[in-house]
């Protein structure tokens, strides 16, 4: 007998007749003799209308207010999946962020899972399945809070991993993880298996299938998933640690995200402490800062810094920095009509040649690179916005992803 954690995404709980599938799919599992913890995301659509609901009231809805309000959208589907299940014959409860209770730290909207008691869900699954709503917790001041969009992945591997869990598979509207998004490029094709680098990376470029923060709590206790559908019964795709990987293949997928935004400082002092006093005050306003290269100006008393920063908050980063009486600078110029497009793959380490083979076929497409960010198993370029398709395209062929 297994105990598996199964993660349900709000495509999966869209409508009354998809709960029914997804308590089927429950139903199967548990007449094979296993325990199971159901984690489950609000109904597809709920999590908007619920924001849109707050921004008629308010467009600086009170934040503690709006974790409340968004919670009940994982509510509703814990309670309707466990109705269903009932329906079944099927013992089973519903379980509520603060009943549990699933602990908490960090801002209201982002913050992080530190721990779940674990023994009366512990003894419940001896009967019955646990529903568990995904995305929120308790805080050590017992006020509801979220984790982030996509959170109810995060909460999923934090309760694998407390529950000693022997699986964790996310249940979604596709059959697993592509080499691109497969609804733009539909050559794309599935990835059997992937490591959890290669999947930490494409998750924070911009592919949609899992949060980033989940995979990476996976990573750090190794505990293997598994990206499968909903709607059919094909196999997914793994998600482990890189042993397991086949190396044949020096890139495993295209990423590419369109909300973002370039700045660039134009003469700002070349002295030590600059870049820290330009992202400071940043950092304290927690934005997130992507890409960053210096370039030395025509006066070598100046340089020039462009970074990237998320489309949102370009508005607030301009006037952080106008404001900064820290820096010198001659001007600021910015760019939002552009995108990221990455390639990733734990082969290109041992892999000569990928650096030029992507700028080439980009060359080749007359796409010009406007910023570059390299790591280990990653190689990110700006582009504009426009060429955004044009070149994961090129990339998906080039490096024989078709």
């Known amino acids: 007998m297994a105990k598996k954690v199964l993660k349900f995404g709000g495509t999966s709980v869209g409508t009354i007749e998809r709960i029914q599938h997804v308590a089927n799919i429950i139903r199967q599992e548990k007449d094979k003799g296993h ?34 309000l968004l919670s009940s959208g994982e509510q509703i589907t814990c309670a309707l999946l466990a109705g269903a299940l009932l329906k079944l014959n099927i013992k089973a409860k519903s379980w509520l962020n603060w009943q549990i209770p699933i602990l908490t730290e960090g801002e209201h909207a982002n913050a992080r899972i530190i721990n779940i008691h674990v023994n009366k869900i512990d003894e419940f699954l001896k009967y019955g399945v646990a529903i568990i709503p995904g995305f929120q917790g308790v805080s050590k001041n017992g006020d509801i ?8 992945d995060a909460t999923a591997v934090a ?45 924070s470029l911009g592919a949609k299938v899992m949060q980033s923060s989940a995979v990476q709590t996976a990573m750090m206790y190794d505990i293997p998933l598994e ?9 997914g795709t793994r998600i482990f640690n890189r042993q ?35 992202f400071e005050p940043l950092n304290k306003a927690q934005i997130n800062v992507d890409m960053v290269i210096q370039n030395i100006s025509s006066d070598e008393k100046l340089t020039d810094v462009t970074f990237t920063i998320k489309r949102e908050d370009l508005p607030k980063t301009k006037d952080i920095l106008e404001g900064n009486k820290d820096v010198n600078y001659k ?32 060359a080749d497409s007359k796409i010009n690179i406007l910023a570059i960010s390299t790591s280990e198993i990653k190689l990110s370029v700006i582009i504009k916005e426009e060429d955004t398709l044009k070149a994961v395209k090129k990339m998906h062929s080039i490096f024989d992803l078709d």
């Open 35 to 68: 325990q199971i913890i159901a984690i489950v995301s609000a109904m597809a659509g709920k999590t908007n209308e619920l924001i849109n609901l707050s921004k008629k009231l308010s467009e600086d809805f009170n934040k503690r207010e709006l974790d409340v």
């Open 145 to 152: 809070t979220t984790i982030g969009r996509g959170g109810s």
């Open 227 to 235: 990206v499968r559908s909903t709607f059919t019964n094909r196999k």
């Open 244 to 278: 397991n990987i086949d190396y044949s293949k020096s890139v495993t997928g295209v990423a590419y995200s369109k909300d973002d935004a370039k700045i660039t400082l134009i003469g700002v002092e070349d002295k030590p402490g600059v870049a820290a006093n330009i």
């Open 331 to 362: 001007k600021i110029t910015h760019n939002e009509k552009v995108s990221k497009v990455s390639i990733v793959g734990a082969g290109m380490v041992s892999t000569p040649g990928i650096t030029y083979k992507m700028f080439r076929g980009l």
């Open 159 to 203: 309760f694998a991993k407390l529950f000693n869990a022997d699986s964790c598979e996310i249940f979604t509207d596709v059959d697993g993880v592509y080499s691109s998004d497969p609804n733009n490029i539909p050559v794309a094709k599935k990835i059997e298996k992937i490591s959890y680098e290669e999947m930490l990376e494409l998750s």
